[in-house]
């Protein structure tokens, strides 16, 4: 894809994902694969966006004083184990496990916000 392509799809992501509070990774992901990269592949792109995406998003909700950095640094230091176990995961599940596991996610959230949306 175009470089210009690329960039309009960030643009995409970055508000969605300074909107949700989810990172992204829920619409690069599937755009990734679409485009033909592996699973794997496309899970670990995404982290690169997420990353500058969070670091963008996280500037932003600081200046607007909604931050509880207790909160985000010890889910963040929990998380980094996590990260560590899931990239292994991911790498041993064939592409319609992954595809499975993920639209699960995806949709229990759905569900999730839908019928309990606070």
Do not use: N, Y
């Not at 207790?70 to 599940?93: E, N």
């Amino acid at each position: 894809m175009e470089t210009a392509g690329l960039l309009l799809f960030g643009v995409l992501v970055g508000c969605a994902s300074a909107f949700t509070g989810l990172g992204g990774g829920f619409l690069v992901v599937p755009f990734l694969i679409f485009l033909g990269r592996s699973h794997p592949q496309a899970v670990g792109t995404s982290f690169v966006t997420i990353l500058v995406l969070g670091c963008s998003a996280l500037v932003a909700h600081t200046r607007l004083a909604h931050v509880d950095w207790k909160v985000g640094l010890l889910l963040g230091v929990g998380g980094v184990a996590g990260a560590q176990l899931g990239a292994r995961l991911v790498d041993r599940l064939d592409a319609a496990t992954f595809s499975r596991v993920f639209a699960g996610v995806l949709l229990a959230l759905a569900v999730r916000m839908f019928f309990w949306p606070k």
